[in-house]
Nanobody
Framework: QVQLVESGGGLVEPGGSLTLSCVGSGFTLDYFSVAWFRQAPGKEREGVACSRLGRGGSTVADSVKGRFAISRDNAENTFYLHMTNLTAEDTAVYYC?????????????????WGQGTQVTVSS
């Protein structure tokens, strides 16, 4: 059974850092491209970062470039979102997702399996 389970969300002060984890099971991470999305209340789901299968590189959204980074540990079937210098605008539910193929995009439709989400709240 395919599963993606996020963890690492929580409450953090502005300027702080968090690392989210997404553990996959039921599939081999190395053969899939993966991504992180977020959705704030009343807003559409937004792509944050994606990582191409194997060692194909990554893409980070302009809105978080320089502050967020995506990484993956294929041996652990886990990928991560490293977030720094967080602001209130980063408050959202963060979702991890996977897709077949080597392309990597920041739009939801090609991603065919999603985690349940983890809440990140940036507030003092």
């Amino acid at each position: 059974q395919v599963q993606l389970v996020e963890s690492g969300g929580g409450l953090v002060e502005p300027g702080g850092s968090l690392t989210l984890s997404c553990v996959g099971s039921g599939f081999t991470l190395d053969y899939f491209s993966v991504a992180w999305f977020r959705q704030a209340p009343g807003k559409e789901r937004e792509g944050v970062a994606c990582s191409r299968l194997g060692r194909g590189g990554s893409t980070v959204a302009d809105s978080v470039k320089g502050r967020f980074a995506i990484s993956r540990d294929n041996a652990e079937n886990t990928f991560y979102l490293h977030m720094t210098n967080l602001t209130a605008e980063d408050t959202a539910v963060y979702y991890c997702a996977k897709k077949a193929g080597s392309s990597c995009g920041l739009y939801p439709p090609p991603y065919d399996f999603w985690g349940q989400g983890t809440q990140v709240t940036v507030s003092s």
